[in-house]
């Protein structure tokens, strides 16, 4: 019986093994430099056509989500900061009431219907986004509730300010009306 040739163990993995054999012949001492700069060739194309294919993916990819972000995000965003600006403004109206020194005073406040206005065009913006975003719907119904009761609050705070303010100009008129007929009585005392 003849002994068996040691077998060497090949470096190309079976499959790869088996489809070079095919497409180029047997592989066991045929490969000649021309042979492999062809498979390597045509791996590197495979490989650029492959990362192509997942950069062109990435590049569709990113343009969607950049036009998301576009067309809804950055539109609620923006009403956010004019929302923000808004009630900033509002309070700085509440404040300029509550420091009034007089009911005429009171008449020089910033005109709360230029702010109401803009306040309805942010909610418009908004609403016109909202059928695109889940959630933004309900979250302008609370912000339209939470605006209304401010708007409440605030008109009762201009009647309660100019109630107190006209109420402290009375009694300064009282208390010097007072003042003058005690000291007449005590002048004729």
Do not use: C
């Amino acid at each position: 019986m003849k002994a068996a040739a040691p077998q060497t163990r090949s470096l190309i993995p079976a499959p790869v093994h088996r489809f070079l054999s095919r497409r180029f012949g047997s592989t066991t001492n045929t490969w000649t430099i021309r042979r492999l700069l062809t498979v390597w060739a045509a791996m590197g194309v495979i490989a650029t056509i492959a990362l192509a294919g997942a950069a062109a993916f990435a590049n569709i990819r990113l343009t969607t989500l950049q036009n998301r972000v576009m067309e809804q995000i950055l539109p609620v965003e923006t009403s956010g900061r004019r929302l923000s600006s808004l009630l900033l403004e509002y309070v700085n109206r509440q404040n300029v009431m509550v420091q009034a020194l007089s009911p005429e005073a009171l008449d020089a406040l910033p005109a709360r219907a230029e702010l109401d206005a803009r306040f309805t065009a942010e909610i418009n913006t908004l609403g016109a986004i909202s059928r695109d975003l889940p959630g933004l719907e309900q979250a302008l119904e609370g912000l339209q509730k939470a605006y209304a009761q401010f708007l409440e609050q605030d008109n009762r705070l201009l009647d309660l300010t100019k109630r107190d303010l006209e109420l402290a100009q009375r009694m300064k008129a009282r208390t010097a009306t007072l003042d003058q007929t005690v000291e007449r009585m005590t002048t004729h005392a």
